[in-house]
């Protein structure tokens, strides 16, 4: 795999020993989230928005609406990077300098391209759906001919990407572990709620298992 | 405020009816956040990389190594793009096509500039410790000259900028509100956890009021 051996774009360049190029690695944080950041540039400008996405086998899926600027500009095949942060915790150090957060991050780069078959679409999209809320694509009405006709897909190939992970206490100066300051890691992590259910649902219709905690 | 009035290059094009322009909005995006992505272009590949930041005033502050490539770049001058993204819930539609996101988000494009003065640099710094974690400030070792020369802070002007915001239950099809099928809304949040002690806490730190839920 590219991301073995990272090319000057994917190197971590600051802190490399938080750098990790592992396919596995790199899949695992892919896999544990569902939202990305993507980067595109329009007449010089760079525009980073954010968009849900599902990873199948070496390629990333990206959707949204056929006329979406985002999603028209993509497609052309420009060069794009997806960056993929899952935040876990605050580190408070002693010291206002050593602060830091923990994090496991995945930076790619790439081109994507549009996907035309109706077939690889749908699939494209029951992957992107599975990766949000797992079980849900069985429970819902399957898009129809003009609703995949209006859904912009694109995939991008795997290829040239980069994980970066912090984890642990927070790391001190030497003279600085004396000091009479609270120490340690504030852990964060993204937590689900209590389902709300529409104010029109149907009677009858009861939360599915895989919302439930 | 320039983003009362959005340029071509911050109007919502998509759904515009969830754009919003008001600088109370805006602010109260930027001010209920603290990590964001900052998109910026290097030889014509773009790079997206999460950071934290700080709001004071019409002001954004962000920081880090002052050996970083990022942060290096932006102190150039060079066009950037921030987006700020709260994630709030999964929407789950009774269709395919209608699931969702509930999201509140700022995009924000400018140019950034360096803060070179220590008194300025040091009280930017405040701003962003501040907002990642209130009260934190004053407990800590401050910044020493060396640790200051040491660290990048940048100052964005927020001119140019949008919110979009989506809440509330699915849109389903009119025909679609009659199928058994559960719909409604599971809400997300960055929760905290307990705080975790450093190993080498000194005896008699305790865990400060500000981490307490």
Redesign the interface.
């Known amino acids: 795999m590219a991301f073995d051996s990272p090319t000057s774009?994917t190197r971590v360049?600051?802190l490399p020993k938080r750098g990790d190029y592992s396919q596995k690695t790199i899949y695992a944080i892919l896999d544990a989230g569902f939202?990305c950041?993507?980067?595109?540039?329009v007449d010089?400008?760079?525009?980073?928005?954010?968009t849900?996405y599902g990873r199948a086998g070496d390629t990333l899926y990206l959707h949204?609406?056929a006329?979406?600027?985002m999603l028209r500009t993509l497609a052309g095949g420009v060069?794009?990077?997806?960056?993929v942060?899952l935040?876990d915790?605050?580190v408070?150090?002693?010291?206002?300098?050593h602060?830091s957060?923990n994090?496991r991050?995945v930076?790619m780069?790439g081109k994507a391209s549009a996907v035309e078959a109706d077939a690889e679409k749908a699939a494209a999209?029951r992957v992107i759906?599975e990766q949000?809320?797992r079980g849900?694509?069985d429970?819902?009405?399957?898009?129809?001919a003009q609703?995949l006709k209006?859904?912009a897909v694109l995939k991008l190939p795997i290829e040239e990407a980069s994980a970066k992970i912090r984890t642990g206490?927070?790391l001190d100066d030497e003279e600085?572990?004396?000091?009479?300051?609270?120490?340690?890691?504030?852990?964060?992590?993204?937590?689900?709620?209590?389902?709300?259910?529409?104010?029109?649902?149907?009677p009858?219709?009861?939360?599915?298992k895989y919302?439930m905690k």
Request: aromatic residues 8%.
């Open positions: 774009r360049n600051r939202l950041h993507a980067g595109f540039v010089g400008q760079p525009y980073v928005i954010p849900g949204g609406s006329a979406s600027r060069d794009v990077c997806v960056t942060t935040l915790g605050i408070l150090a002693r010291s206002a300098f602060h957060m994090y991050s930076v780069l999209l759906s949000i809320v849900r694509w429970d819902v009405r399957k898009p129809t609703e209006a859904t206490p927070p600085d572990y004396a000091l009479n300051v609270w120490a340690g890691v504030l852990p964060l992590a993204i937590r689900a709620g209590e389902p709300v259910a529409d104010p029109r649902l149907a009858g219709a009861k939360v599915p919302l």
